[in-house]
């Protein structure tokens, strides 16, 4: 069997090239990847898989005005179609910018969404953009070399890539099952599924529950659950520093308490450097002898300059960066991630006591170590946009809600007392903690690339195209 492996940008890099995901797809015949990445991005991974992986670069793909227009659509009608709490936040998080030939592609795409925002719209949306997508000059290079190379199985590392839509349509149209992974526990409420798919990868029951609910005409049987590798790595013990040797590398004393403040990219958390700051602030009320210490780790794409001056009025920061690498490009899809970061990430969740963050993943990072955390759920001081309040109303947050596996700061005045709280009990909702990523993510958490593998060779067992046929 021969897997076709799609890497438009830097954001499945963690979860299938960090993993072991491929080695499990050679142990069942060729690998072939396509990527959208600089070389010297991919270089790492290509010399770790030597001769098993062919790579190859992206048929060239510039998205027609009419595609992305429909894209734009799709993924509004995903939206607006499903009227519950939260779901009415629009694919650009609501940021105005200045008339441009760009925006109004984009109004005219959220209106036309708004117009089929309907079970039978959405479908309908979706087979103008494939069929817009399948009579662009990539999707026949890509049927060319699909027809030269005839893989088993096509699989798109997540659903959200434009660069991956010919390719995908192009898989489809050869009658090539066409697989995507939902990469994030936030995506099936958001919308926003940019790539032709017939089988969809997810993280668990729940998960298939809300694509059944949002995407009703996906069959239940097309969406197998596997979990997410992206937890994968703490469960490898050759990452792992002794906590003495970790905490000196930023300067912290071993017998330490340690707090970790997680940023969110600059859409999702605006207000992040002043939620960092109430945070420092909150840890020098605390008496001397109980302080944690404070690491902060930014979002892996936010390369603004925005935190500097919470550092420079809090030099007692530790500062734990991302080790991404960027490319010349600011386009944010081709930072990517590093077999150095998976190790400094584990070490971080495993080494802190204490995860903070605006709603963030980061939580279920702490709670696989059995650490507590705490989200900020009030609006930062000076302003008016309610965005706290609108980010814990998205559909995600429902078993959050119901089983409190967190701690909420309401104000920045709860910061101090919440953090010696949670400092001190530990084990305090250790029980809804696992009763939460028992919901969201299927068990055993280190076995999602083998059961992504398997999900796939399964799925290529029944394609078509192994047999000569069209579709």
């Not at 027809?147 to 390719?167: E, I, K, M, Y």
């Not at 305090?428 to 990523?437: G, L, V």
């Not at 969201?440 to 399964?458: N, Q, T, Y």
């Amino acid at each position: 069997m021969r897997t076709l492996v799609l890497i438009p940008d830097g954001v499945g890099i963690r979860n299938f090239l960090c993993t072991e995901f491929i080695s499990f797809l050679l142990e069942a015949g060729e690998v072939d990847i396509w990527h959208g990445l600089p070389e010297e991005a991919i270089r790492p991974f290509s010399q770790r898989f030597g001769h098993g992986v062919r790579w190859e670069r992206f048929p060239l793909y510039r998205e027609s005005p009419l595609s992305r227009v429909l894209r734009q659509a799709k993924s509004q009608a995903q939206l607006n179609r499903q009227n519950g709490p939260g779901t009415k936040r629009s694919p650009e998080h609501g940021r105005r910018r200045p008339w441009s030939v760009s925006r109004a592609i984009n109004q005219t795409g959220r209106l036309l969404g708004r117009w089929s925002a309907t079970p039978a719209g959405v479908i309908r949306l979706d087979r103008w953009h494939q069929f817009a997508a399948e009579r662009s000059e990539a999707a026949a290079e890509a049927m060319l070399r699909l027809d030269a190379r005839r893989p088993g199985a096509v699989f798109c590392t997540h659903q959200r890539a434009s660069l991956a839509v010919p390719t995908m349509a192009a898989a489809r149209r050869r009658g090539i099952p066409a697989t995507t992974f939902i990469y994030s526990w936030d995506n099936p409420p958001k919308g926003r599924m940019a790539v032709h798919a017939s089988h969809f990868l997810v993280w668990s029951e729940w998960m298939r529950h809300e694509m059944s609910m949002y995407y009703p005409e996906v069959p239940v049987e097309r969406m197998p659950v596997v979990g997410t590798p992206q937890f994968e790595h703490y469960f490898n013990p050759g990452l792992l520093q002794p906590r003495d040797q970790f905490l000196n590398t930023l300067g912290i004393a071993a017998g330490a308490r340690v707090v970790c403040f997680s940023g969110d990219d600059v859409a999702t958390s605006p207000h992040d450097p002043s939620y960092l700051a109430d945070t420092a602030r909150a840890l020098r009320r605390l008496p001397l002898e109980r302080r944690p210490e404070l690491i902060f780790r930014r979002c892996p794409v936010d390369l603004s300059g925005r935190y500097q001056p919470v550092f420079n009025a809090f030099p007692e920061i530790r500062i734990s960066d991302p080790l991404w690498r960027a490319s010349a490009s600011s386009d944010w899809t081709q930072i990517v991630p590093t077999p150095e970061d998976v190790a400094l990430l584990a070490n971080l969740a495993c080494h802190t006591d204490l995860m903070i963050n605006l709603g963030s993943t980061m939580a279920m990072d702490a709670a696989i170590f059995g650490k507590p955390s705490i989200f900020v759920a009030y609006e930062a001081a000076g302003s008016s946009d309610r965005n706290a309040e609108t980010i814990y109303r998205l559909p995600h947050f429902e078993w959050v809600h119901k089983l409190q596996p967190v701690y909420w700061a309401r104000s920045a005045d709860e910061l101090a007392p919440l953090i010696a709280h949670a400092l001190d009990r530990p084990d305090e909702k250790e029980d809804s903690r696992r009763a939460w990523i028992d919901k969201i993510v299927a068990r055993p958490l280190d076995g999602a690339s083998r059961r992504c593998a398997e999900a796939l060779k399964s799925i290529a067992a029944s394609s078509p195209f192994l047999t000569g046929q069209r579709a």
